[in-house]
């Protein structure tokens, strides 16, 4: 399954390997497609693949450590 998502990473995240930590552990395949990083907050949209329950831990998880999800639809790059 795949999922279209653009996270927003708060400042004291931007830093941090918290993508690559949730990919690794839910085996989800992130795909980022736009990024942008400043000092004071993080940008990403990304295409995320795997399984539908993995996902969801993945997105849950993420969200626990404060980084806001949104779900998106149609071309992710405009």
Do not use: S
Not at 43 to 68: A, C, F, R, S
């Amino acid at each position: 399954m795949k999922m279209r998502v653009k996270l927003t990473f708060p400042q004291h995240l931007i830093k941090e390997p918290v993508l690559f930590t949730m990919a690794k552990k839910f085996d989800v395949m992130p795909n980022i497609r736009r990024a942008r990083v400043t000092d004071t907050v993080g940008e990403m949209v990304l295409e995320l693949e795997g399984e539908e329950d993995n996902l969801k831990k993945g997105m849950q998880t993420l969200k626990d450590h404060g980084i806001e999800v949104e779900l998106i639809e149609g071309d992710v790059i405009e």
